[in-house]
């Protein structure tokens, strides 16, 4: 899959480059792009943002350098666009997985300051995404939450092992406690059944724990999925 961002801070992007998601881009599973939307201001200072028409505190990105940007790297409109924001619809297990199996490339919009003119929205966006309830200085970050979501779900990112526990959660459960070695640390020991080596009573084991700390912790998530 290709997924390209536009953004004003390419470089906070490169902490993409470390661990499962950097594996996966050197491993070509994942090409993966951040777009300067600075390189497309006609302004001479190279300005990407200016005031609210009607007045109000801080700035909106202007128009321009953003529908330019996306002119450049989708010219045909093939692919996705998809706008991070907090009045978008809610990034979730399921959302992951369905941007994972999209045809089309992806790209990321981050807006900055208060925000991009809406009329780029009405222009070049599809979707619009929030990683929840609060309101971030920019969408880089959301956009690399959305990254590292979504990536987890392409073929061959993560290892079959991880990839089996992804399916724990779809099925509404919170993941069951983990312990390696030692067996015993600060007095603690890791639970018998673990070191038993029987593993139907281990799956069972976690089975119980799983459905425990779910209904403790996340009882809204539980449903009547078994
Ligand atoms: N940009 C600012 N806040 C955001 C949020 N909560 N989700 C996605 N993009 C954002």
Not at 54 to 61: K, P
Not at 164 to 182: H, I, K, M, V
């Amino acid at each position: 899959m290709k997924i390209k961002v536009l953004t004003l801070f390419p470089e906070m992007f490169d902490c993409l480059k470390s661990s499962v998601i950097g594996r996966a881009i050197d491993g070509g599973k994942l090409q993966f792009e951040a777009v300067d939307i600075r390189a497309y201001s006609k302004d001479r200072h190279h300005k990407c943002d200016d005031y609210p028409f009607g007045g109000g505190a801080g700035m909106v990105m202007m128009p321009q350098p953003i529908f330019d940007a996306f002119q450049a790297v989708d010219p045909e409109r093939k692919s996705r666009r998809i706008y991070m924001s907090p009045k978008g619809r809610r990034l979730s297990d399921s959302v992951a997985r369905e941007l994972a199996s999209e045809n089309r490339d992806l790209i990321l919009l981050c807006g900055h300051y208060e925000g991009v003119d809406q009329r780029v929205i009405e222009l070049c966006i599809d979707d619009e995404l929030s990683i929840g309830d609060y309101v971030l200085t920019g969408g880089e970050l959301a956009a690399m939450v959305t990254v590292d979501a979504l990536a987890r779900f392409l073929p061959g990112v993560l290892g079959c092992e991880q990839s089996s526990r992804d399916e724990s959660f779809a099925s509404n459960r919170l993941e069951y406690p983990q312990y390696t070695r030692p067996a015993e640390f600060m007095g603690i020991k890791v639970p018998d059944v673990l070191l038993s080596g029987h593993h139907a009573n281990v799956d069972k084991w976690r089975r119980e724990q799983a459905d425990t700390i779910t209904s403790l912790l996340r009882p809204d998530i539980m449903e009547d999925k078994k």
